[in-house]
């Protein structure tokens, strides 16, 4: 317990693990993303990186909804 994680998409600091989901943009975070294309999609995050950037860049998470403030 206690494990904090950064959040690959927004930056958001969260208690977790891999596979937990961010709380404010809704990322699932993997640990691994370094390793992922940017354009890839893989079967925990039904987006690309790239596109969830984009998203939270215009504020909101991965389902498009507005962001969460923590
Ligand atoms: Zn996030």
Redesign the pocket.
Known sequence: MGNKVK??????EFEGGSFDE?P????MYEGFENELEPDEKDECNLISINQAKKL?AEGKDIWGEPLKKQ
């Open positions: 959040c690959f998409i927004c930056n958001t961010c404010v943009c809704g990322w939270v």
